[in-house]
C-alpha cells in the first residue's frame, strides 16, 4: 500500500483518529520514508480495541506478552498495548508514530525485514541532528 491508499483505507473504516496511532512502516509511508507497505499497524485505546473486536471479524495474529494482536481484513492489525506509550506526531489528521520511536522500536526487534528500514531511519536522524 502506498500513501495515498492508507489514507482512502483509514477513512473507509471511519475510526476516530484520536483513538490510535499509526505505527512502523505505515507511519514510515505517510512521512515519506518509504513507499509502500504490506498491512496497517495500529496501537488503539482500550475503548476502540472492545470496538473493533464487537464490530469486525477479527482474526488473531499473535500473542505479545499478555496483550493479542489482531487482523482485520487481513489489512489493518491492531492491539491496544502501546498506545499510551507510543510517541507520535499529528500528521494528514492522523495520530502517527515518530520516526524515532520507530527506529527504537525496529532496532530492539532484531528482525531481519526491519534491516533496511533501520538504514533509512539512522540516516535520517544523523542528517536532523
Same mark, same amino acid.
Request: hydrophobic share 35%; net charge negative.
Given at each position: 500500500?502506498?500513501?495515498?491508499?492508507?489514507?482512502? *483505507?483509514?477513512?473507509?473504516?471511519?475510526?476516530?483518529?484520536?483513538?490510535?496511532?499509526?505505527?512502523?512502516?505505515?507511519?514510515?509511508?505517510?512521512?515519506?520514508?518509504?513507499?509502500?507497505?504490506?498491512? $496497517?499497524?495500529?496501537?488503539?485505546?482500550?475503548?476502540?480495541?472492545?470496538?473493533?473486536?464487537?464490530?469486525?471479524?477479527?482474526?488473531?495474529?499473535?500473542?505479545?506478552?499478555?496483550?493479542?494482536?489482531?487482523?482485520?481484513?487481513?489489512?489493518?492489525?491492531?492491539?491496544n498495548?502501546?498506545?499510551?506509550? $507510543?510517541?507520535? *506526531?499529528?500528521?494528514?489528521?492522523?495520530?502517527?508514530?515518530?520516526?524515532?520511536? $520507530?527506529?527504537?522500536?525496529k532496532?530492539?526487534?532484531?528482525?531481519?525485514?526491519?534491516?533496511?528500514?533501520?538504514?533509512?531511519?539512522?540516516?535520517?536522524?544523523m542528517?536532523?541532528?
Amino acid at each position: 500500500m502506498n500513501r495515498e491508499e492508507i489514507l482512502k *483505507i483509514l477513512d473507509n473504516y471511519q475510526f476516530n483518529p484520536k483513538e490510535f496511532v499509526i505505527l512502523s512502516g505505515a507511519s514510515m509511508v505517510l512521512q515519506g520514508m518509504k513507499e509502500k507497505t504490506t498491512d $496497517i499497524d495500529i496501537t488503539t485505546t482500550d475503548s476502540l480495541y472492545k470496538q473493533l473486536l464487537n464490530t469486525y471479524s477479527c482474526v488473531l495474529e499473535k500473542k505479545v506478552g499478555m496483550h493479542s494482536v489482531w487482523f482485520i481484513d487481513n489489512v489493518i492489525n491492531f492491539s491496544n498495548h502501546y498506545y499510551d506509550t $507510543i510517541e507520535y *506526531i499529528e500528521y494528514d489528521g492522523y495520530q502517527v508514530q515518530t520516526l524515532d520511536s $520507530i527506529l527504537k522500536l525496529k532496532e530492539s526487534l532484531g528482525r531481519e525485514k526491519d534491516k533496511e528500514d533501520i538504514k533509512k531511519l539512522r540516516l535520517f536522524t544523523m542528517k536532523q541532528k
